[in-house]
Structure formats: C-alpha cells, structure tokens
C-alpha cells in the first residue's frame, strides 16, 4: 500500500471518528495537519533510505567491477603459464562477479526510480500541506470573528445592560434630588412661566385697586354734596 493511500486511511478513519463524537471542525483540521507533517517526515526518510540504497549499491558495483577485472587478468595469466584449469577456474569467479554487478545494477536502478517517485510525493504533500495550513489558518480566523460576533450579541441581550441602565437611571434621579436640594438653599429663581403669572396677578391688582379708588371716590364726592 502507498504512502498517500495509507494516509488517506488514516484521515478518514480518525474524521469519521472525530464526527461521529461532534469534535469541531478546527480540531479536524489540525489533525489532518498533523497528519500530513507526520507522513511528510516519513517519506523523506524514504527517500534518504533509496539513496542511501543507490550509493551502496555504487560501491558494491564499484568493488565487483575490480574484482571481476581482477580475475580476468588472473585468466589471461593462467593461460601464459599454460593452466587452462585455472584459467578455467578464474573465468568462473569473474562470471560470478559480473552476475553480482548485474543484480546490484538493478537494485541502484529501483533505488533511484524509488528515490525519484519519493521527491514526487514530497513535492506534491508539501503542496497540500501549504494548502491545508492555509485553510486552517483562514478556519480560525472565521471561528474567531464568530466566537467574536456571539459575544457582542449576548452582551447586547444580557443582563448586564439592564443593570447598567438602572445604575444610569439612579444617577440621574440623585443628581435631580442634588438640583432640587440647592434650589431649597440658593432660592428659586422664577421662571418664564412664573414671571407671567405674576405679571399677570398685579394688573388684576391694579384693576382692582382702581376699581376700589373710583367707588371710594365716588362714595366721598357723594358725602360731601349731602353735607352742603
């Protein structure tokens, strides 16, 4: 099974999980995050371990491309000397040698076709995981201006507002007391109303007081006639 298969898996077991037990959505997030760095880390050990595999496999090549030379040249002595058995016998260890580059060959090639689909996969995980970062990052920036939200609107509709509205109102009421209270002290000026009130009261006053010195004077002029 494949890296990217097998992460698959992994994810969507432990969503399904997270949602079937109502985990918020951030909390997905962070797990798939999670997820991905870990499967990240995985495969660029893979790809350490395939290159690692090919420069083993370097060496050994390397070592049985000299042996293999080596008897070679032992074969061509044997033959000089006249030994065709170990000749014979020389040219058998340098086939064998040559079989041993030709598995160790093949095994540099998968190597190298394992370290090249590894740096494939890290490219495009790393890809992904920018992209889920990013999203993760905009997530809570969308949880928080909405946690934001739900605050402001219970604090509007709480308690709280009631209580200091009725704290505002007994302010207002001890400052009126307090202004009525240096009306007492000070005096109480009249005011426009009062003034015409008064205005008012003293022409009737007048009138009055007219009235009453035309019948008084009448009253005299009229003792006086009687008395002559």
């Known amino acids: 099974m494949g890296l990217f298969s097998r992460l698959g898996d992994i994810i969507n077991s432990n969503i399904n999980a997270m949602l079937d037990s109502a985990e918020n ?27 690692a595999d090919k420069k083993e496999m ?17 074969a061509g002595v044997a033959i000089d000397k006249g030994r065709e058995d170990l000749a014979r016998g020389a040219l058998t260890a340098k086939q064998k040698a040559a079989g041993e580059i030709e598995r160790r060959q093949h095994a540099m090639q998968a190597a190298e076709e394992a370290f090249e689909k590894h740096q494939s996969d890290l490219g495009k995980l790393q890809a992904k995981l920018d992209e889920a970062k990013a999203k993760h990052r ?5 949880r928080e201006a909405a946690e934001q939200r739900i605050r402001m609107r219970s604090q509007t509709y709480d308690g709280r507002v009631d209580d200091a509205l009725a704290r505002y109102a007994s302010v207002e009421r001890k400052v009126d007391e307090m202004e009525a209270y240096a009306d007492t002290i000070q005096g109480r000026e009249p005011s426009l109303e009062d003034e015409f009130a008064a205005l008012e009261r003293d022409e ?9 010195k035309k019948s008084r004077g009448q009253s005299s002029t009229q003792s006086t006639q009687g008395e002559g």
């Open 204 to 212: 009737a006053v007048e009138k009055e007081l007219e009235a009453l």
């Open 138 to 142: 905009a997530l809570m920036m969308r």
């Open 58 to 74: 370097e060496r050994e090549i390397a070592y049985y491309s000299n042996v293999r030379d080596d008897w070679e040249k032992k």
């Open 25 to 51: 959505p951030e909390k997905i997030a962070r797990l798939i995050i999670q997820e991905m760095e870990d499967t990240l880390v995985e495969v660029r050990t893979a790809a350490a371990r395939a290159m």
